[in-house]
DNA sequence: CTGAATCCGCAGGGATACTG
DNA sequence: CAGTATCCCTGCGGATTCAG
């Protein structure tokens, strides 16, 4: 696949792959709010509040494996304590993670009169779509 | 959900679906696909060729659903032809979308590096990971 | 050519309970 | 506090078939 004028180097069938895993629900977001500072895993879970225990352990291995997050140990013993942070790499992912956030934050708005307009059409005959 | 510094307007909440929406695999490569210039259906699928027809339409359904697709059908009869646009808000996605895009090619190698080493700690203990 | 419809397997992801 | 394990359901997404 290529992309025209815009050349992406690679190919894109080992891009979109990674593409869909940072771009991913919790992975963004657990990167948007570890690029913030870093944290311990329970504030992480009440700060993105919707994920579930599960998701947030899964979501953080994912990323560590990526090398995106690195999990720091302080204690293994009585209260552990894990805190999380971005490594270099994740760091270098935070602006383009955000740019799109902040395209979706400018445009969500629009995005869901669009979805309701259309939903409207197709879902009621009856309107009054002339 | 607040990202501190780097507010955020609006809810996360209300952005993560958009953003896992538009983070998708497909919805992604379509975007970038159409960016170059409008397309036909098959072309589109020729293009993207890793994609299966109905994706392809279920995607291609999404986004003219988000308002970030124009569908237009230049002959309802033999033989049919339907161009797939960006439109303009379409446009506005990607150049954020093309950013991660090109985060991701430039990075993949690193992290297909970084997952095969953290799998290699993990799943063979033998390894002379010291 | 451009789809819609159906079948179906598999992984994503939530809830809950248990552990160190 | 910081996980792990299990259950289980939903939806993604591929293959195939039918239609205008």
């Known amino acids: 696949m290529k992309l025209g004028h815009m050349s992406v180097p690679g190919d894109c ?8 895993h940072v771009g991913n629900k919790w992975a963004a977001l657990t990167i948007l709010v570890l690029s913030e500072r870093p944290k311990r895993y329970n504030q992480l ?11 947030l352990t899964v979501t953080l291995r994912g990323l560590e494996r990526d090398g995106l ?6 204690a293994h013993k009585t209260p ?16 383009p993670l955000f740019a799109l956030c902040e395209w979706s ?18 879902g009621d005959p009856h309107a009054s779509v002339a």
Chains 1, 2 share one sequence.
């Open 13 to 20: 069938n080992r891009i979109s792959p990674i593409l869909s």
């Open 80 to 95: 552990p304590q894990v805190e999380y942070s971005l490594t270099p790499l994740g760091e270098t992912l935070v602006q």
């Open 69 to 74: 997050v690195a999990r720091e140990v302080f």
């Open 105 to 122: 934050a400018l445009n969500c708005t629009e995005i869901e009169r669009n979805q309701a307009a259309h939903d409207g059409e197709a």
């Open 45 to 55: 879970r009440r700060e993105i509040e919707t994920i579930s225990q599960r998701m």
